[in-house]
Structures are given as structure tokens and as C-alpha cells.
């Protein structure tokens, strides 16, 4: 996929996890996160789509808590930073791998 930028409109520069202690993924495979993301760094920004991918991330039902935190990239000025701040259940449970 070729994505071109159009003027006045931002492209997504980073596509990040949460860094909090309380939050993250520890159980379930960053794999497993990635493939329910849909958007990625050069795409043009769509709060639309950043809305489907955390609902999909909540469709997993391996979080309680799921949301996305979008910011300016502070170094290029044309371009956001977007984070997913994802929270296992506390009753997580896996299935076993064969």
C-alpha cells in the first residue's frame, strides 16, 4: 500500500503500546495486539479507523480496559503519535497452545 501525503493532513509516525506499569500486555502476545491494529506508521491519520482498531482490540476479550491517546509528533510537526494503552483482565485466561 502507497500512501502519499496530502496536504494539511497527517500521517502516523508511531504506532506505540503503553509504557504504564498498570497496563500492557504481559500474557496475551504482542502478535495478538499488533493483528487487531490496523493502521500504520505512513498511513494519513483517521480517528475512524484508530476507533475500529480499538474496538477490535476490545472484541478480543482479553482487556478490560482499552484506548488510543493521539498526540502532534513533536519532532516533524506534520505527523501524530499513536498509542493503545491496553489492560489484561485479571481473570485472563489463555488457550493452550497444542
Known amino acids: 500500500m502507497c500512501t502519499m501525503q496530502t496536504p494539511g493532513r497527517k500521517l502516523v509516525r508511531s504506532i506505540t503500546k503503553s509504557p504504564w506499569s498498570s497496563f500492557g500486555n504481559r500474557w496475551v502476545p504482542s502478535s495478538t495486539v499488533r493483528k487487531s491494529i490496523s493502521i500504520h506508521p505512513g498511513d494519513v491519520y483517521d480517528s475512524a479507523e484508530i476507533e475500529s482498531d480499538v474496538a477490535a482490540l476490545k ?9 488510543a491517546e493521539t498526540k502532534d509528533d513533536e519532532w516533524t510537526k506534520d505527523g501524530k503519535m499513536v498509542t493503545f494503552h491496553v489492560r489484561e483482565k485479571k481473570d485472563l485466561i489463555l488457550p493452550h497452545a497444542p
Open 59 to 67: 472484541k478480543t476479550g482479553y482487556f478490560d480496559n482499552v484506548r
